[in-house]
């Protein structure tokens, strides 16, 4: 721990926010001429920068994967694997950037007591994030019921078929689904992208606008779900001080999800008459609007103080 223990974020009354910083005794350091250098130089790493990497590396996986690949069964996930491993490349190349290593930049771990609170958050997510899903379909379905039932990857319950997902390759889709997904994405739009954004901005401000843009990238898996879970995983990051917190929710999720589809095919297997019928998905809806409830009261209760702990992703590069 070094001289500067706690790093708090401060509501103010201007546009942006107010970044203080307390010794162990409690003194508040207001002057930044007394703080190091390292604490008060301006973030190398732009917003900008990490998107045009992210964009760059997809494209090119794309490419080698829809090139060499072809003949691969679900080459899909070997393409993600080479995404998450080349981001992570990245991502120590911009740290070294900054001065910091991986240590400091995830934060610190979480208590067992902490753990509690973010097991709730998972179930919660994964609840608000099956909500979220089932209106889409329903909505999509009512517009253009043969394009949803494509576009969702429904199977008729007669077709569905569970050997034909293979061990091996289910193994390889877990890890990267479970595992290299959640790390990657943590580090990128909170490590990163939230990190910018809160020095330019109030943290309320950062977490919705990095949570649109987390959405957009999942845009084809669904926007609203992964929009909502997105300002999920920001406030836990900040209010645990960790990336440690998000990567837990974020894997744990992708984990039930996808035990749920590739297990019992839950999401995979429906008649295309039903999907567009709101009774079909009427426990998914009615569960819905309980858990944005509990999203706002975790969203005011986060900020109802004038101070929450901010971790190594808020702090100044």
Known sequence: MTEVAKHVYCRASSHKPRLRFQY???RMLNNFSTLPN???RPAP???HE???IWVCVMLVWDYIVGTYGEGITNSIYLKFVGIALTMIYFSKRFLQRENLNFTQFMGAGFSVRALAELVAVLFASVVIGIGCWAVLVFLSAKIDIDWAYRHWHFAKPSTFDNTTWLPSWLVLQAITIVVLGPVVEEIVFRGFILRRLCEKYRLSVAIVVS?????IVHFDQGFLGSFVNGIIYAIVAVRFASLYAPIFVHGGYNAITFFIERMYGVSLVAEKSRIDSIDYWLPELALLPFCLIA???YWKMFFRTNEVTSPALVQRG
């Open 50 to 52: 990490v998107i045009f």
């Open 38 to 40: 390292s604490l008060v």
């Open 211 to 215: 949570s649109l843009m987390f959405g």
């Open 24 to 26: 162990k005794g409690g």
């Open 45 to 47: 790493i732009k917003i």
């Open 295 to 297: 999203l706002v009261w």
